[in-house]
Nanobody, 119 residues
Framework: QVQLVESGGGLVQAGGSLRLSCAAS????????MGWFRQAPGKEREFVAN????????TYADSVKGRFTISRDTAKNTVYLQMSSLKPEDTAVYYC????????????RGQGTQVTVSS
């Protein structure tokens, strides 16, 4: 089992920055990808970014490309999401999730952290 705990959310003005962290514990050697997802009120959960755990290669949603950066520290089993030039439409609960070796799904996921961007 892998357990995930996010931190770093909060309230920020438009144009500001926040960094989210997600610490993994348990069977971390089984992690293949780590991803960030978000869900705004009344909307479906959407993909934000992911990173291949071993190689560090990254993928981003078009809506955040150039503004958000995903990174990881394998020694700390932690993945980060640096968010810059934040917009009110970035307001959502942000979740990290792990795609384990042999799985096509992102499961487990963390409890989520609220990000609110004021205009």
């Amino acid at each position: 089992q892998v357990q995930l705990v996010e931190s770093g959310g909060g309230l920020v003005q438009a144009g500001g920055s926040l960094r989210l962290s997600c610490a993994a514990s348990g069977r971390t050697l089984s992690i293949y990808y780590m991803g960030w997802f978000r869900q705004a009120p009344g909307k479906e959960r959407e993909f934000v970014a992911n990173i291949k755990w071993s190689a560090g290669t990254t993928t981003y949603a078009d809506s955040v490309k150039g503004r958000f950066t995903i990174s990881r520290d394998t020694a700390k089993n932690t993945v980060y999401l640096q968010m810059s030039s934040l917009k009110p439409e970035d307001t959502a609960v942000y979740y990290c999730a792990a795609r384990l070796v042999g799985s096509l799904r992102y499961d487990p996921r963390g409890q989520g952290t609220q990000v609110t961007v004021s205009s």
